[in-house]
């Protein structure tokens, strides 16, 4: 038998300032930024023309362009007439995307005069009505993006265009550049501050005689060596952030290269790690597990970073650091969140080990996934560890969600101990997260045999105190994929589920009662679909609560 066991222990993060504090600080800093002085601060020089073209490993989409032609811009399944560049109806993501300016690419695939004019339009209108420098639109993440795009689309932009409009697009990205290059450690942290790195190492390549070059190398090593675990894991042990730095990564990559320009060495090697830590978050039908904020993506996206990438590191069966356990028998794949929850990022999920299993290319078990709107009572729910397929403990999550969208007190001492025997697949972990305040410890054990046609587990809730708990009740949930069908047995201790394919699994509980409870499902941007859960319930033992489950496959007859 081999095995390998792991203990993680999270800090609770404390912040030096409270948010008073901090909202007073960023209004101070804002009104400074507004100020005639502070504009002829980072006023200078201007260039006269673009020397170089970053590289973007993803292509535009013709319909999108279209429609942005038509004046309807749709994005994350929700669509607005017109560049509202105010109207944050659909919430902030929409408007990052928005302010981003990527869907440039879109329109640079029409290639028709009518999509050139379209461009200098927009850009035009949102440096008018930018003059003044606010806290969302500057912000250091959505203006390293809106830069690098701009500087992309810039030699289509630029063709055959009036002096008048080249004259202040160089205006507005001199001026922008240097507003980023003092305010990047400013920006929010995890993901987006690979985001606002990369715009300025676009500026340092695409704008002769410029000196963000060095700011942005130091700013890149910084934050390598920060983010990436040594075992390819970013902090954030988000899936979606994963993807979306990886394409960072590469991207910088690339554009320093066709620069013939130096590559950092820990560049490479963070895409070399983090290639194979992306194939770990993959199920069978090629999209991403949804952890912490995570949507599955589309598989062709992954495919190409994956090939642009140049790495061929295989997939992790478990993440050390980042505590995420991939188990695979057969065409059976699980993957789990055994780790401490993430210390930063502001959409941190409270999901501790919760897993997702899939069959071939259709899942099964799920978590409820994320949130892309303007409602954020939707957030706040599917951040929830009931909205995962863990255990929670009266209606309580087993960490603390901030309102900012971090992480309080909750999980902090996580063990975990992985075996295989005889292809056998074995997992035990527990975690603390229920300690406070009803001084429990969970502990989940899993058994995956070596075919990967019986999974079975057990959830346990010890005492590690005095008795808290007494009165309290428990549930286990299992979310089930919406193209999944279910039914209740007459006898009350079984689940039949029927997969697309026609192939059939049942669920066997001992020690709860078992029902079939409505879910959703938010996989896809935009996209909530009805799905359903199988939740396991009962009271808590005065000193120790045992549930065993067993999920099979129905042999074909």
């Known amino acids: 038998m081999t095995g390998i066991q792991t203990t993680s222990n999270r800090r609770r993060k404390r912040t030096s300032k409270s948010p008073k504090i901090a909202n007073i600080i960023s209004l101070v800093r804002n009104i400074g930024y507004s100020s005639t002085p502070y504009r002829l601060l980072i006023s200078g020089h201007i260039p006269q023309r673009i020397s170089a073209k970053p590289s973007d490993l993803r292509t535009g989409d013709t319909d999108v362009g279209n429609d942005i032609l038509s004046g309807s811009f749709n994005f994350l399944g929700y669509k607005l007439n017109g560049a509202a560049w105010n109207n944050f109806k659909f ?58 795009s701009w500087l992309l689309a810039s030699d289509f932009m630029l063709m055959d265009c009036d002096q008048k409009f080249s004259e ?34 676009s500026t340092g390549i695409c704008i002769p005689n410029s000196k963000y070059l060095e700011t942005a190398y130091k700013s890149l090593s910084f934050e390598i060596k ?52 992306l194939r770990s978050y993959r199920h069978g ?25 140049n790495a061929h590191g295989r997939a992790h069966p478990a993440k050390l650091y980042s505590g995420f356990q991939r188990l695979q028998s057969g065409r059976t794949l699980i993957i789990l969140d055994s780790g401490p929850p993430p210390s930063i990022g502001n959409k941190t999920h409270a999901g501790t080990f919760s897993f997702e299993m899939s069959i071939g290319k259709e899942r099964i078990i799920v978590n409820c996934g994320a949130w892309r709107g303007g409602d954020e009572s939707w957030r706040t729910a599917l951040r929830a560890t009931a909205a995962h397929s863990t255990l929670t403990v009266d209606d309580t999550n087993s960490s603390e969600l901030l309102s900012s969208g971090g992480i309080g007190t909750g999980a902090e001492k ?68 919406p193209d999944v069908q279910t039914s209740l047995v ?68």
Not at 108 to 132: F, G, N, Q
Not at 169 to 182: E, N, W
Not at 528 to 538: E, F, L
Request: hydrophobic content about 35%.
């Open 91 to 148: 919430g902030e993501d929409w408007q990052i995307i928005l302010h981003g300016f990527s869907w440039l690419r879109d329109l640079r695939v029409i290639t028709h005069d009518s999509a050139k004019k379209k461009m200098r339009e927009l850009v035009s209108d949102w440096i008018h009505s930018h003059k003044s420098i606010d806290s969302f639109a500057w912000r250091p993440d959505i203006l390293g993006q809106r830069l690098n």
């Open 285 to 309: 039908d090629g999209a991403l597990a949804l952890f912490n904020d995570s949507l599955e993506e589309t598989a062709w996206l992954i495919d190409l970073v994956l090939a642009k990438s």
């Open 168 to 201: 202040k697009l160089f205006f507005s990205v001199a001026l922008q550049s240097k507003h980023l290059s003092r305010t990047l450690r400013q920006c929010p942290d995890g993901a987006p501050r690979f985001k606002a790195i990369k715009g300025l190492y």
């Open 414 to 481: 996580i063990n975990s101990e992985f075996k295989q025997k005889e292809g056998a697949l074995y997992l035990s972990m527990s975690h603390d997260g229920f300690n406070e305040p009803f001084n429990l410890i969970h502990e989940r054990q899993l058994y995956l045999s070596a075919d990967g046609s019986d999974l079975r587990g057990t959830d346990t809730l010890v005492q590690s105190k005095n008795n808290q708990a007494k009165g309290r009740s428990f549930a286990i949930r299992f979310h089930i994929h």
């Open 226 to 277: 920060r983010q990436i675990l040594p075992d390819g894991s970013q902090i954030e042990r988000s899936p979606s952030a994963h993807l979306s730095i990886l394409s960072d990564l590469i991207d910088i990559r690339d554009s320093l290269g066709n620069a013939k320009l130096t590559i950092p060495e820990n560049l490479q090697f963070s895409i070399d790690r983090m290639t194979s830590t």
């Open 490 to 557: 007459h006898d009350g201790n079984t689940v039949l589920l029927r997969l697309p394919s026609g192939l059939g699994w049942q669920m066997r509980v001992n020690g709860a009662n078992l029902d079939l409870a409505e879910s959703i499902y938010c996989g896809q941007a935009g996209k909530q679909r009805r799905s359903s859960q199988i939740v396991m319930t009962g009271p808590i033992d005065p000193t120790e609560t045992i549930v065993k489950w067993a999920l099979s496959r129905i042999p074909k007859k």
